[in-house]
């Protein structure tokens, strides 16, 4: 009963949470005229991703790496399957350029880094985790230097309010409080849940834990759908794939390095690619049959793929 009370109280907190984060987001992106997309990939994907960052160290520190691994690569196949699925049924995202030259790319160098690294060994070692995160630092300099360009004015709907930098602290101190500690509730109550049926490790990372570390994303891209701040909604979405790779098992590996155990071997046999061809997918989505549009087509297929992965996971 009480994992049930939990979950519940998981949701409250990442629905909240994830209204105050986009307010903070877009009160941000006006105070520093930075476009919206960019403090997507970075402010709001680093509170997202904390959830996930939290989880692995204490599951590397803890002995149990599988549950690392996994539940960034399962994040990863959640937040494009799941959310981004999702999100585009509810409504169509219209892409930006900066998409296919900058987002994009980096997502599937990080995605294949990490293949690489963890394919012939099923170890990514300290020295990786730095080579991780220097690409992530090397990154986000790019990103705040040669892409902060003014904002468009038909970037601003009359909803956004310019706040004081003191609002814009608080709200994003309160709202990635309560994405980390409504994911930390919603992931005790389904983890247990889960683990009362038996569920391995390895398993319960790259589904359960996952699917509930990727709630402040689907929370936060829902609810900037619904206040028409579309491109923080994907670009929260690329940016936390790049996060949970570079950021996550970057600093994870650094503390500790992350082995893998026969327990833990579908990751590397089985669900990378997923992550691999999931990620890809969505660049020829952004133009077929739509030149730069994703629209409830696209969802519904990304959707499909991520209940196919997920039913093969459990049978």
């Avoid at 579908?266 to 669900?271: A, G, I, K, R, T």
Wanted: hydrophobic share 55%; proline share 3%.
């Amino acid at each position: 009963m009480m994992d049930i009370v939990y979950i519940a109280l998981g949701l409250l907190l990442l629905v909240l949470g994830g209204n105050w984060l986009l307010k903070a987001a877009v009160g941000l992106s006006l105070k520093l005229n930075i476009p919206k997309v960019v403090i997507g990939m970075t402010v709001v994907s680093f509170a997202t991703s904390a959830p996930e960052l939290i989880v692995s160290i204490k599951s590397a520190l803890s002995g149990s790496p599988g549950l690392a691994v996994g539940n960034v690569i399962g994040s990863n196949i959640a937040n494009i399957g799941l959310v981004l699925g999702i999100t585009l049924i509810l409504s169509t995202i219209e892409v930006e350029k900066n998409f296919y030259k900058t987002d994009w790319p980096i997502m599937m160098l990080a995605s294949g880094l990490l293949y690489f690294f963890i394919a012939f060994d099923n170890v990514i070692q300290q020295y990786e985790g730095i080579v991780l995160f220097t690409v992530l630092v090397v990154f986000l300099v790019y990103l705040l230097r040669f892409q902060k360009t003014p904002i468009e004015v038909d970037e601003i709907s009359e909803d956004d309010e310019n706040m004081p930098i003191y609002k814009v602290i608080a709200f994003l101190t309160i709202g990635g409080f309560c994405l980390w500690l409504g994911s930390e509730w919603l992931i005790d109550g389904a983890t247990n849940l889960a683990k009362s049926m038996g569920v391995s490790d390895a398993i319960i990372g790259v589904t359960v834990v996952s699917v509930g570390t990727s709630v402040p994303e689907l929370a936060a891209s829902i609810i900037a759908v619904l206040k028409k701040e579309k491109a923080i909604s994907l670009g929260n979405l690329i940016g936390s794939n790049v996060f949970n790779i570079l950021a996550v098992l970057g600093i994870t590996s650094i503390i500790t390095p992350i082995k893998l155990g026969t327990d833990a071997l579908s990751l590397v046999n089985n669900d990378i690619y997923w992550m691999l061809a999931i990620s890809f997918i969505v660049l020829p989505f952004a133009f077929f049959p739509k030149k730069l549009r994703l629209n409830w087509i696209h969802g519904i297929i990304l959707l499909v793929a991520y209940t196919a992965f997920v039913y093969l996971k459990l049978s």
